[in-house]
């Protein structure tokens, strides 16, 4: 087990362009960030012109002093607030897009169809909308920032180098990059090893996940000693790779203060002879440093940020390809209605169905079968037989191959999925329990139900006792996956659930787990309610389920090989009696 999200992907910085239509829906922020980085950069590069005039004309005269000293805290005061500005809006306009961009997506995977999700592994598709959107939220609010700004610096400060002493500003040329490679080859290497280190923290982790996961195991085979000494190996490693990253950091900060003031000097020595010689005033030499410095730092920061830039974009390209992704179900141009009340009528026709993921074996083989409304019919068969691809198919997860699967003899293909799906009710194995109150996951059923509907269907589906118990009622928290309740309790909050949607067809997948006496009576009950008056299809695990069916259907390998009532199938002896001796009558 490794908890380790793998290391973000470089990519072409180009997939960053599909990040601007989010960015374009906010233009007013975008342009009072522009607008503000044109200020603060234009109050940067004002700022050595300011300090050269404090040095040579500051000093002078009383009236000069006062006019060169407000003129100086002019320019800090317009960075201050051009700055202030600057990063309030950035930082807003990456939340949003952000925020944006999270919600566009998840909208779209819920849209997904189910064979998208046989595909991929929800872990990655979580970490899409999690780290990578993060990575896009530090990309926008910091590193667009910090590239611009950077930039512009670079190119004013260039500008002015050479403005101010063209011969210096050749030296510094070619000063400035001996300088900083050094140091950005040292920061790279300071990533690699870095990157190294968090992973070595990730495995301790994920070791200590695991064991505490299961302490139970570990202090049943009395394994204390050697999950500790497992655990401190790990911290060991840890710590030696993060001191090889600590040296280098080291190392890289004692060479970058000396090429930095290194080459600062150079140029103050050179530019002295110059002041000396009369050809530079004195102020000008201070604003050629200035100017080196601030040119010289933004070139780093550029460099710092290139990493940055290239990983978001990984991930704005892992983002952009899952909205590209486009669900294989959907509804058609003009959907069709189904009738007004729906009668409940089902019928496969010859259908043919492989699983994309299995395409040599079919999962349904011609297979045909016809359901009145308003009729049980109880589904039959060994594991893997195909039963719950029935349900998948009439749901539309997945559509078929060949052959026709209608809804009151409409074509399944010709109505919108979500009408649908509004018309059948599922009562799976396990049920979906989610961390919200006990009363809203019965709601789930149907979401603008009262109180008082919630409490008639958990009253029918014989959870109102249970539920009552609790120590909030119908208001306590079950938590997530229903950890606080048992599993027959479980499938009566779905049964409650099932009972609220009020659907005409109702698809029941009985859980195979045996419940004591009680809960299955309990159960029992809750289903004939359920079961009243609507078309079930139901995947029967339990002798009083066949008993009450009207009708029994045996599949085998996608086919059906026989049906028929209880008695009947039993003297007919083959698969079914098989079966019945195996699952119900034992
Ligand atoms: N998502 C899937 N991707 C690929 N193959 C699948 C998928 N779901 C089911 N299958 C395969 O399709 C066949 C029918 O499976 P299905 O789940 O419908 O059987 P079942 O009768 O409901 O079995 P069980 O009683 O064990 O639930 C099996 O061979 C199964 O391995």
Not at 567 to 582: I, S
């Amino acid at each position: 087990m490794n908890s380790t999200a793998p290391a973000p992907a470089k990519a072409p910085i180009g997939s960053l362009r599909t990040l601007w239509p989010f960015i374009r829906r906010h233009s007013g922020l975008f342009s009072a960030w522009l607008v503000a980085l044109a200020c603060s950069s234009t109050a940067t590069l004002s700022l050595p012109v300011a300090f050269r005039q404090m040095i040579d004309h500051g000093f002078s005269s009383g009236a000069n002093i006062d006019r060169t000293f407000a003129f100086v805290l002019a320019v800090i005061v317009a960075l201050a607030l051009a700055t202030a500005a600057r990063y309030f809006f950035v930082t807003l306009l990456g939340e949003r897009v952000v925020a944006d961009l999270r919600s566009r997506l998840y909208a779209h995977l819920l849209d997904l169809d189910a064979g998208f999700y046989d595909r991929s592994r929800s872990g990655e598709l979580v970490s899409r909308l999690t780290a990578d959107a993060e990575l896009l939220r530090s990309v926008i609010a910091s590193s667009m920032s910090v590239a611009l700004r950077s930039s512009v610096t670079v190119i004013g400060s260039m500008v002015m180098l050479f403005v101010t002493s063209p011969k210096l500003a050749a030296w510094a040329l070619l000063g400035i990059p001996l300088a900083v490679a050094p140091i950005v080859i040292g920061a790279r290497r300071i990533q690699k090893v870095s990157r190294a280190s968090q992973d070595r923290i990730a495995d301790a982790n994920a070791l200590a996940t695991e064991a505490l996961g299961a302490v139970r195991t570990v202090q049943a085979h009395s394994r204390e000693a050697y999950e500790r000494g497992r655990y401190a190996q790990a911290m060991a490693s840890a710590v030696a790779t993060a001191r090889k990253r600590i040296g280098a950091q080291a190392l890289v900060t004692g060479v970058a203060i000396t090429l930095i003031f290194g080459a600062v000097i150079v140029v103050l020595w050179s530019g002295a002879h110059d002041v000396i010689a009369g050809r530079l005033s004195a102020g000008a030499l201070g604003q050629f440093v200035m100017y080196a410095l601030i040119g010289g730092g933004s070139v780093g920061a550029l460099a710092e940020v290139w990493n940055e830039l290239q990983k978001a974009a990984g991930g704005m390209g892992r983002i952009h390809e899952l909205l590209q992704e486009a669900p294989a179900i959907a509804a058609p141009a003009q959907p069709r209605a189904l009738p007004v009340p729906v009668r409940g009528e089902i019928a496969f026709e010859n259908v043919t169905f492989h699983y994309p993921q299995r395409p040599d074996t079919a999962a349904l083989a011609g297979f045909n079968l016809r359901v009145r409304p308003g009729e049980t019919v109880a589904l039959v068969g060994p594991s893997g037989a195909g039963k719950s691809t029935v349900f998948g198919m009439l749901l539309r997860f997945h559509d078929p191959q060949s052959g026709r699967i209608a809804l009151d003899g409409i074509d399944l293909r010709d109505l919108d999925p979500t009408v649908l799906r509004e018309a059948l009710a599922l009562v799976p194995q396990a049920p979906a329990i989610f961390a919200a109150s006990a009363a809203d996951n019965i709601r789930y059923g149907r979401l603008e139900a009262s109180d008082a509907d919630v409490r008639k269907a958990a009253e029918s589906a014989e959870a109102d006792d249970f539920l009552d118990a609790l120590p909030d009622g119908f208001a306590s928290e079950l938590g997530e996956r229903g950890a606080r309740l048992s599993g027959g309790q479980q499938q009566r909050i779905a049964i409650a659930r099932a009972l609220l949607k009020d659907a005409p067809v109702l698809l029941l997948d009985e859980a195979t787990s045996a419940l004591d006496a009680h809960s299955e009576r309990a159960v029992q009950t809750a289903l004939e309610h359920l079961m009243e008056g609507r078309t079930t299809l139901v995947v029967a695990h339990r002798l009083a389920t066949v008993l009450k069916a009207d009708r029994i259907v045996v599949m085998d390998h996608g086919r059906i090989v026989a049906e028929g009532t209880h008695a009947e199938l039993l003297a007919q002896g083959g698969l079914y009696a098989e079966l019945a001796k195996l699952q119900f009558l034992d």
